[in-house]
């Protein structure tokens, strides 16, 4: 969550009144979080439509305000894992990339109580489609992003790390040192090695596997995403912030990379940057996504001191949530419009 300060200098007054927002925002972004039980798992295999696996394939997590949780690429066996996850409404995006597929996504339901051992762990298989815009003489047109001549040796311990990686994700982190010190250069090792390091909580390991990764593969979007995410985690906002520059260069149409930009860039008080990776966001989004009104909302309250524009946003926000999360939320959505109606009335008292 981006901190929420009140930057001005104004009366004691005014401060007392934003301290009390802020305290309103941060309880409304908490009341929205993920159950803290994080048992759960969701994994599966990625199939072409010839029904044969498909690796490096990028998966994302979302979760119910489709607000990104992870990313994982496709193992050699097209397979891909999330764990430790709580109960709850997930989605399952395909950001198929340079590839001839359409994109793709999928709602999961996490969580069922008749689960043995009170844990829901999903199989789920995705089944991708050609991109009729990008078939020429009925074949799909695929840009081969990066290949290497791997050792053998190698290769083997890679691929039982990949099946490892679902169970027994310690086996697999050992499995891919014995790969990486055979071949330190090996991409598919590194990436694999970071999403399991970043799974953990070991952001370190995570940082240097996918620092790694982009010197061997200077085109992966996916690892400067998640390199963002690791050094984010480690409080090292502005290689954060550079790392995502990174990968928006190499794929414009992200909307949870310009997001998280706009995040980093608010704490680094870098105000109109964020502003501007924000509304990117936004765009692409159709202004149909909660979190992104939600960031702009805290960020032209509390940083801009554009409330007119703050209590736009959050308009957008509730209109962009469904019936159903409405009165699953009830309220979370009584909160909001009360800071709505708070917000009006600092308007027209002119403060």
Known sequence: MSQVSSQGTGSK????????????FAIVFLMSAPSIVAQNSISGIVFDPDNKPVSDIEVELLDTFERLIGTRKTSGSGFYTFQRLGAGVYYLKIRPGGTGFSETKQRIDLGDLNAIG???????????????????????VNEVVFAQGVPAEARDHFETASKAAKKQPESAILELEKALSLFPDYFAALELYGDLKLASGDYEGAETAFARAVEVNARCFGCYFNLAVARNKLGKKAEAA?????ANELDSGSINAHLLLGMILRDLKRFGEAESALLKAKDLGGNGQPDVNWQLAELYYFNLKKPEKAKEELETYLSNLSESEKRQNSKRIETIR???RQIESEISGGA
């Open 242 to 246: 550079s790392s995502l520059i990174r």
């Open 338 to 340: 009360k800071l709505i």
């Open 13 to 24: 007054s005014e401060k007392s009144r934003r301290f009390v927002l802020g305290l309103v």
């Open 118 to 140: 009170g844990v829901d762990q999903k199989q789920v298989d995705l089944h991708l489609e050609y991109d009729p815009r990008l078939r020429r003489d009925g074949a799909a």
